[in-house]
């Protein structure tokens, strides 16, 4: 995308003679700049890709935001953006900690985004010379590198002081009773009933847990069917969300290769 512009009156550097190129080649050097293939004074790509890159870059952020903004609510009270003195106190309300950073972040991406699209838009140049659509960029262009250069200082400063509950978040995992891991069940019983039974009967049990109040652990080790084949104590093992993480921590590990 960082490529120079330098075309001379119409485009065509005919003014430079036979060394135009050559000129034109050692400017782009000087100024550290890519060389261009043709003359891009309506050509507008290079310009709408750097700020649907912010666009991508904001939304990716936008979304850490977001469930750090939910989870931060009582409700979950899994996560809670760093705290300072009087840093997200309510005027209002004493005991609660606003999200102030996830909130900028999702500020700033809105932003970006309504800015992607008006560089889209501005993209429609007419002939060699355009009238005035690349003027809709000297506001789009500025404010999408303000935003998200605003959405990145506070999504390291959140993220850096991130606070984690551990315990309230298996506290939640915990809420369901064990329904929440019911597949686990499911597929350690494949193997000896075949998938379909064994589907069928974890159905059934999760079912009647919903609508008795009763444990998945007890209803699955009153179940004839199943207790024939799994002890309780198999049973609490496929029942432990700690033990069906798959391969999440192969996935974070390539992440942040």
Known sequence: ??????????GTLASLGGEALAVRAALMRELSLGEPAITWHVARDTLAESVLYTGLLTGSLAKIA???MMMMSTEFGEVFEPFEHGRGASSTMPQKRNPISSELILACAKLVRQHCALMLD????DFERATGPWHAE????PESYIATAGALRQARLMLAGLSVD???MQHNLELTSGLIVAEAVMMGLAPKLGRQAA?????????????????LMDLLCANDEISRHMDRSELERLLDPRNYL???????????R
């Not at 000297?138 to 262009?141: D, E, N, P």
């Not at 798959?246 to 942040?256: E, F, K, P, Y």
């Open 66 to 68: 977001g469930d750090v």
């Open 199 to 215: 589907h069928d009967l974890v159905y059934d049990a999760c079912r009647a847990a919903a609508e008795s109040g009763r444990t």
């Open 138 to 141: 000297w506001i789009a262009l």
């Open 166 to 168: 551990s315990k309230r």
């Open 246 to 256: 798959g391969s999440a921590a192969q996935m974070v590990d390539l992440s942040l």
């Open 1 to 10: 995308m960082l490529v120079g512009q330098f075309g001379g009156a119409a």
């Open 122 to 125: 501005a993209m429609v140049q």
